[in-house]
């Protein structure tokens, strides 16, 4: 049969883990979010810079797509 004490020691013990196990997974967890926002804020920023160009190609002029016709 256990102690008493012997008990509580190893309930201690236990949260203690626990505890610690918590920190860590929140830490690792943090950690993902952060390399995904900085993930998104460069995504946005690559589509911005995209918009701008094509923005810029359209006010240069395009050459006609298909066949040229010779008149005889």
């Known amino acids: 049969m256990c102690h008493p004490v012997d008990k509580v020691?190893?309930?201690q013990r236990e949260?203690?883990?626990?505890?610690e196990y918590m920190e860590?997974?929140?830490t690792d967890q943090n950690d993902i979010r952060e390399d995904t926002?900085?993930?998104l804020e460069l995504i946005n920023q690559t589509l911005a810079e995209l918009q701008v160009r094509s923005k810029?190609?359209?006010k240069k002029p395009r050459p006609r797509i298909g066949f040229v016709r010779y008149d005889e």
Not at 15 to 19: I, T
Request: no cysteine; net charge neutral; aromatic share 6%.
């Open 37 to 39: 926002r900085l993930q």
């Open 56 to 58: 810029e190609r359209e």
């Open 24 to 26: 860590e997974v929140f």
């Open 15 to 19: 949260v203690k883990e626990l505890k």
């Open 9 to 11: 020691s190893l309930l």
